[in-house]
Structures are given as structure tokens and as C-alpha cells.
């Protein structure tokens, strides 16, 4: 990656360094929040993620929003997005409670998740909820007969290539699949409504929308010929943020969809739903953590902080690279993040170019708004981070 003249490890510190300043900037007394007693804690931006939602909306105009709970399911955000008009996209009777005690209208929630636990089906029908992904046969007897009359839309299974968190191969059936599983729940008494997908989250890949359209429409005409009339195409999630590489924008990922729609589909969906959970909230939080250890090991530096995989950064184990941001001058390092536990797995990443930390060093990692807190567990002792909601 090294070319020339340029300094590779000022180019992604300075990347980080800009975000950080984005961020802070962006919100009055923000600053001095930034030096808190205790961390880890995660400040979100409630109000960054209702201008998310608003942009998401402009360049959407003719879809219905879902946000997928699954992202972060704190309180202010599930407040702040029904006051926007949201819906709700959730998966379990714990997030359909949650959700329940902002947004009471079961139009405006639908659970995507194929494969589901029975007391959540039943729940969801008994608030009023009929609209349920499906993409097996047996999860077909499962709705008939938790939920009966429900609407169910297929899901496809799409590629998931350039994803930086892939979701393909555990769900998901092929077109002549998709027609058959529709016609058995309308043997049952369901009613076939629609079709999804998802091209696997922060997906910076224009052309798995392309193939997953396709593919759609295929099902879509499939269905057709078989005197089936569906109603609902939902586009999934997979809208991507900025971690350490400036991601596709909402409107990019728009203008493409809505010109493949116009291409691809032989008519155009009487309802479109996209269920975006990242694309909200990820890049409006930042993580602040404190350094408390330092060592150098085979000629690597390292720098220990004070959280880690189990609490709140698993997804720096599958492919997601964070910003890292500490607000010191001087020369570049690179570094090797360790989390705080006693777990050789909980490494936090690699080569991460900083400045030399002294010991109680804030550290701050950018864009840590989605999949984070609500993966963290209390492992090894040590607490999931704290949220502040402004
Ligand atoms: C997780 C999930 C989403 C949200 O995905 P993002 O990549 O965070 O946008 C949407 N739909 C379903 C069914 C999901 O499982």
C-alpha cells in the first residue's frame, strides 16, 4: 500500500482524525463529553440518525422503511425513528416488546428473519402483525398455523459479494423455490405477498442489487405464470457507512435500485420495503475507550484498551475495520489493538496507525453507532460499554 512519497500510516490516521473532527463537529458541547470518568462508553447522535433517516427517505421516496432492530435496539433510537415515521424490522419477542413501547401500529413492523422461534410468531399475531418472511416450507406450516391469513413475502438467496459481513448460505432459496413456497402457504390459507432479499451488510457492491433485482423479477414473473399476484418487493439492508474507506452513499444505492426496478421488473411493485440497520446508525457513534496497557511483542507494538471483542467490537473478528482516532501529535506507529480480556481471540485489529499513547490515553473508534453494544456480553467480567444518547 506504501507509494511514493506518501506516508500510508498519516493517510489512514488522518482519515480517522477527520471523522472524528466530523463527528464532534457536528454537535454543540459535544467536546466536553469526550473525556468521560468511566468507559467504554458509546456516545450516540440520536439526531445524526434522524437526518439518516430523512436522507434515506429523500433518495427512497417510494419505499417504506423498516429499521432493522437487530443494528442497536437502545431506547433513543427506537424513539427517535418512530417520531421520524419509521417502521420496524425485528426478530424477536424482546425487540417486538421494545419496539411496541414507541410505535403501537403493526403496519409498521414486519420480521424478516426466515426462520423463526414460535412464542415470537405468536406474539406477533397477537399484535396485529401478518406480514412474515419465509423461506422454507416448514416455516410455512409454522406461520399457517401461528399466524393464520398472514401475508408471507420469499426470501433469495442473493450474493453477498463485497459485503463486509456477508449473510449469504444461511438463508435464502433459489427462484423455481421461492414459486413452490408461495403456493404451499396459499395451500394453507396464507396469502403469497411479496419477495426479499439481502445483499449482506455494508455492502459496497453495486452489483449484488443488480443480480438480486434480477433475480427478484425472475421470481416475480415465475409466480405470475402460476395466477399468483404479488404485491411487496423488499430490498433488504446492506446499506453501507464510512469505516476506514468511504463507503457507497445512500443516494448512489438508490439511483441504481430504482433504475434497475424500472428496468428489470415487468411491473412495478405495489409496495417496495427496505430494512436498513447499519446504514442508520452505524457512522453516528463513536466508542471511547482508554488505553491501559502497552508492550512490544516480536517487534510488534501493541496497546491493550479497555473493552474488546466480547464487549461491543465482534465485528472487528469478522471483517469490519473501525476507525481509530487518539488525540496526540507526533510520529506514527503501527499498532496491534488488544481487547481487555484474557482471550488470545480478542484482538481488535492490526497495523493501526497512531501516535504513542501513554497509559489512560483515550482511544477513540469511529463509526461504532451499529452492531456493537448489542453484541456485547459481560465476559471475563467486564461490562458492555456504556451508552449516552444526545
Ligand atoms: C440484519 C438484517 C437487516 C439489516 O441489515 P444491515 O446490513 O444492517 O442494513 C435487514 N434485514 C434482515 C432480514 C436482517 O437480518
Redesign the pocket.
Known amino acids: 500500500m506504501k507509494t511514493g512519497t506518501v506516508d500510508h500510516k498519516r493517510v489512514v490516521f488522518n482519515f480517522s482524525k477527520r471523522l472524528y473532527e466530523n463527528f464532534i463537529s457536528k454537535r454543540e458541547g459535544l467536546r466536553e463529553l469526550l473525556k468521560p470518568m468511566n468507559t467504554p462508553l458509546l456516545i450516540l447522535d440520536t439526531k445524526g440518525i434522524k437526518e439518516r433517516y430523512r436522507e434515506a427517505k429523500k433518495h427512497f421516496n417510494e419505499f417504506n422503511i423498516f429499521y432493522?432492530v437487530?443494528?442497536n435496539d437502545h431506547p433513543t433510537i427506537l424513539k427517535a425513528l418512530s417520531e421520524e415515521g419509521a417502521g420496524f424490522?425485528v426478530?424477536s419477542s424482546a425487540e417486538l416488546e421494545k419496539v411496541f413501547e414507541y410505535c403501537k401500529e403493526p403496519a409498521r413492523i414486519i420480521s424478516?428473519?426466515?426462520i423463526k422461534p414460535m412464542d415470537f410468531i405468536a406474539l406477533s399475531y397477537q399484535k396485529g402483525i401478518d406480514l412474515f418472511?419465509v423461506d422454507s416450507f416448514t416455516e410455512v406450516e409454522k406461520i399457517a398455523d401461528l399466524a393464520p391469513r398472514s401475508r408471507i413475502y420469499v426470501?433469495l438467496s442473493v450474493p453477498n459479494e463485497g459485503s463486509d459481513?456477508p449473510?449469504s448460505g444461511k438463508?435464502g432459496v433459489d427462484p423455481e423455490t421461492a414459486v413452490e413456497i408461495l403456493e404451499y402457504g396459499r395451500s394453507k390459507g396464507l396469502i403469497p405477498y411479496g419477495i426479499?432479499f439481502?445483499v449482506?451488510?455494508?455492502?459496497n457492491n453495486l452489483r449484488n442489487w443488480f443480480i438480486a433485482i434480477k433475480l427478484s423479477s425472475e421470481a416475480w414473473n415465475r409466480t405470475r405464470h402460476k395466477g399468483i399476484r404479488l404485491k411487496l418487493l423488499n430490498i433488504?439492508?446492506?446499506?453501507p457507512v464510512t469505516y476506514l474507506y468511504n463507503a457507497l452513499s445512500i443516494e448512489d444505492i438508490a439511483y441504481y435500485v430504482k433504475g434497475l426496478l424500472r428496468k428489470y421488473m415487468i411491473e412495478q411493485p405495489a409496495e417496495l420495503h427496505m430494512?436498513?440497520?447499519?446504514?442508520?446508525v452505524?457512522d453516528q457513534g463513536v466508542l471511547i475507550t482508554r488505553v491501559i496497557g502497552k508492550a512490544v511483542r516480536e517487534g510488534t507494538r501493541w496497546i491493550y484498551i479497555d473493552t474488546g471483542v466480547f464487549n461491543g467490537l465482534a465485528e472487528s473478528l469478522g471483517g469490519i475495520r473501525y476507525p481509530f482516532y487518539l488525540d496526540r501529535d507526533g510520529e506514527l506507529y503501527e499498532w496491534t489493538v488488544g481487547g481487555i480480556s484474557c482471550d488470545s481471540m480478542d484482538i481488535i485489529a492490526r497495523n493501526v496507525p497512531l501516535p504513542e499513547p501513554e497509559i489512560g490515553d483515550y482511544l477513540y473508534i469511529m463509526s461504532a453507532g451499529?452492531?456493537t453494544t448489542v453484541y456485547a456480553s459481560n465476559f471475563n467480567g467486564f461490562p458492555a460499554p456504556q451508552i449516552l444518547s444526545l
Request: proline letters at 6%.
Open positions: 432493522a437487530k443494528a424490522e426478530a424478516s428473519n426466515p418472511a426470501r459481513w449473510l438463508f426479499t439481502h449482506g451488510s455494508q455492502c433488504g439492508g446492506g446499506i430494512e436498513p440497520g447499519r446504514g442508520l452505524g451499529a452492531y
